[in-house]
């Protein structure tokens, strides 16, 4: 694959080296202006990918570039100083691969790969060779010193390992997320522990109306008065992991860590909810799903194998929901700056900038209603599991 | 294809990291929140029923305080209609008593003045028997010289004696 991406300090040589030559004078303060909001919106979006080279000869590729922010990422990468010069510097936060293949288990620096993902790099470790192709690591075949890539860029000579439990950036911030959770909700816990009175002071006060909410316009309307009780640290955990994890793929020094448009993340909690879901279902949840009461008999055979198709249907429309709309926001926003260099024109900068700024600020209201929308209709599985015949 | 494939070491992590966030935060932190936002509730209610219930006793006490005034106004009403009418019998028995015993007086002293008339008649008539007498004796002395005279003068006496 032919194919380099960019990111913001790759931007800066390359007008130095002529794109904008030509309108460069005129607009100079403008261009200023405009470069600076650019910078800002793009670093805000978290342009991570970096080129060994900086050559203006390469070709950009938006669906590559997009791909590669929205899915996981060995390092957590920050920013690139004096690209494409001699003194390049990386600023990075190495993070542990850690494979397990049939040697057993290896564990090395992700900074081994020296920010190579296109193969190139191949690093040894017990006496296996690992290369990493697109934030992905591979085992080089035996004998094999150099991946070898077939038509669509996959690697015909190499294997990804048994096991990758690295923890990547999207592990690392979530592991950042639950730390931050940890000190939201650990301190707001604290003051009311301290209160004679269990008035919310501090930070509590901010935390209070949300639980409230959570209780009352989720738990208690979906599940029901009697039963709620039981759901409600899921319920709350949940909304608060997808919520803070959301709005962590929008802080910019982040680099777009985009955890919650992950479909790894997205299926296992939505598989928790199916479980809980199937686990707490009783008798008449059962019977709704086998046997169809209040319907003639071929009606009832009729609706079980649609019923039992909902049961499944229902965790994954919950996984696929939140996945596509937080992917699909990181993409619009990165398919608009991406327009600046398709174009190659700084012109097309105020638009992208202000369609990217408004989307942004779309996005910042949809991280709190997807995780609304993740909590009210987990809440609804479990209130359609646990409820009671009507009479 | 990629994009849409999970990876097992996110899924991993991911189960791991919810499960230890799931644990910690319902034991530490949704426990307590929950708990005293509960209880607050709780107290809030309980606080609205006890003022609640409070007024209705201060209503029920106005109520009393009110039955009670009405009664000790009845109260006073009847009592002095009591003594009105007491003062009334009163007087109308000192009336009564006063009339019974000056109707006695009178009637003693009326019998007083019967028995004085009486005794009076009495002395009367003996003194003017004793008069008579005396003038009977004068005239008989002085009739009885004759005798038909005299007999004539006694029988006109006595006879004008009767008379009286």
């Known amino acids: 694959m032919l194919v380099n991406s960019f990111n913001v300090c790759t931007f800066a040589p390359n007008l130095k080296q002529g794109i904008f030559k030509p309108i460069r004078m005129r607009i100079s303060t403008f261009k200023n202006i405009i470069l600076s909001a650019l910078f800002l919106t793009v670093f805000n979006i978290g342009f991570a990918s970096e080129t060994k080279d900086g050559g203006d000869d390469e070709k950009f590729d938006p669906k590559e570039m997009i791909l590669h922010h929205v899915k996981d990422a060995y390092g957590m990468h920050i920013a690139t100083l004096n690209q494409g010069e001699e003194n390049e510097l990386h600023i990075t936060i190495p993070l542990p691969v850690i494979v397990y293949t049939d040697k057993g288990l290896t564990t090395f620096s992700s900074s081994a790969f020296h920010h190579d993902y296109h193969g190139h790099e191949i690093v040894e470790r017990n006496g296996q060779r690992f290369v990493n192709v697109h934030e992905k690591v591979y085992v080089l075949d035996k004998g094999a010193n150099e991946v070898a890539f077939d038509a669509e860029g996959h690697p015909t000579n190499a294997h990804r390992p048994k096991f990758d439990l690295s923890i990547t950036r999207n592990v690392f911030m979530m592991w950042v997320s639950i730390a931050v959770l940890f000190l939201i909700f650990l301190t707001a816990a604290r003051r009311y522990k301290k209160s004679d009175d269990n008035v919310p002071s501090g930070v509590a006060s901010f935390v209070e109306p949300l639980v409230v909410f959570v209780r009352d316009e989720i738990a208690k309307p979906m599940i029901g008065e009697h039963k709620y009780k039981r759901y409600m640290p899921y319920l709350l955990t949940i909304f608060f992991f997808i919520w803070i994890n959301n709005i962590f793929g929008l802080i910019p020094i982040l680099n777009g860590a985009n955890l919650s448009g992950n479909i790894a993340f997205t299926f296992t909690l939505a598989a928790i909810t199916f479980i809980i879901t199937t686990f707490s279902g009783n008798k008449n949840y059962w019977k709704h799903i086998f046997w169809m009461p209040g319907v003639p008999v071929p009606m009832k055979i009729f609706l079980m194998p649609i019923e039992i198709i909902g049961m499944f249907v229902k965790p994954i429309s919950l996984m696929i929901r939140l996945f596509a709309n937080i992917t699909a926001g990181h993409v619009i926003i990165l398919a608009l700056m991406s327009l600046i260099f398709v174009f190659k024109t700084v012109a097309i900068a105020p638009v992208s900038v202000a369609f990217s700024l408004f989307i942004t600020v779309i996005e910042v209201i949809v991280t709190a209603i997807q995780a609304y929308i993740f909590t009210i209709l987990s809440a609804l599985y479990f209130g359609m599991a646990t409820e009671e015949e009507h009479h | ?164």
Not at chain 2, 1 to 13: A, H, K, N
Not at chain 2, 47 to 70: G, V, Y
């Open chain 2, 1 to 164: 294809m990629d994009l849409i494939t999970p990876e097992f070491g996110l899924v991993f992590w991911t189960l791991i990291t919810f499960l230890v966030l799931l644990f910690i935060l319902r034991k530490f932190a949704w426990k307590p929140i929950l708990g005293a936002v509960s209880d607050r509730e709780e107290g809030i209610k309980d606080a609205l029923a006890s003022a609640e219930k409070a007024r209705k006793e201060m209503e029920n006490l106005q109520a009393d305080n009110e039955r009670i005034l009405q009664e000790a106004r009845a109260e006073r009403e009847a009592m002095l209609k009591d003594a009105r009418e007491i003062r009334e019998q009163t007087i109308a028995k000192a009336e009564t008593e006063a009339q019974e015993k000056a109707s006695k007086i009178i009637e003693k002293a009326q019998a007083a003045i019967e028995s004085e008339k009486k005794v009076a008649m009495a002395e009367l008539k003996s003194h003017v028997a004793g008069l008579s007498v005396d003038i009977a004796e004068k005239v008989v002395r002085d009739e009885l010289s004759n005798k038909d005279k005299q007999l004539k003068l006694v029988e006109d006496m006595l006879g004008e004696a009767t008379l009286n």
